[in-house]
């Protein structure tokens, strides 16, 4: 019993780290189509599109998870959105901040936008007052 105790320990203990190396994130995706960078800006769902991140120079991105993953947001990104959303209590506030947008192929939506990427992480992240519900 005390030999099998001894040779499964090890065994379980190294689970969690097979577990996070084999884990999908947004940056170690083989699709992504450039280096990730650091961009300002308004985060938020837009009706008949999806989630946009829109910076400070105007351009609309389209974020998405890479097709390897489900990596669309970081989950730190996505906690605060749910924050700010609790506070507002609206499905439709923004949060700005800076993001880390890694990029994806790009293609022509509907809308026009043809810039896909998702997010690695973010910060600095508050409520988008300017286009918050009933402004």
């Not at 910076?55 to 959105?81: C, F, L």
């Not at 947008?101 to 910060?123: H, M, Q, R, V, W």
């Amino acid at each position: 019993m005390l030999r099998a105790i001894c040779v499964l320990f090890p065994l379980i203990a190294l689970l969690p780290v097979a577990a996070m190396a084999a884990e999908a994130t947004c940056k170690r995706s083989p699709a992504l189509t450039g280096k990730c960078s650091m961009v300002k800006g308004s985060l938020g769902f837009t009706q008949g599109i999806g989630v946009t991140l829109i910076s400070e120079d105007g351009t609309r991105t389209i974020i998405k998870a890479p097709p390897d993953s489900n990596a669309d947001i970081a989950p730190v990104v996505m906690q605060n959105w749910l924050y700010w959303q609790s506070q507002t209590n609206s499905m439709k506030t923004r949060i700005t901040g800076s993001f880390e947008l890694c990029p994806l192929p790009p293609t022509i939506n509907s809308a026009g936008i043809k810039d896909f990427a998702c997010i690695e992480k973010g910060t600095h992240i508050t409520q988008d007052k300017a286009s918050s519900p009933g402004n």
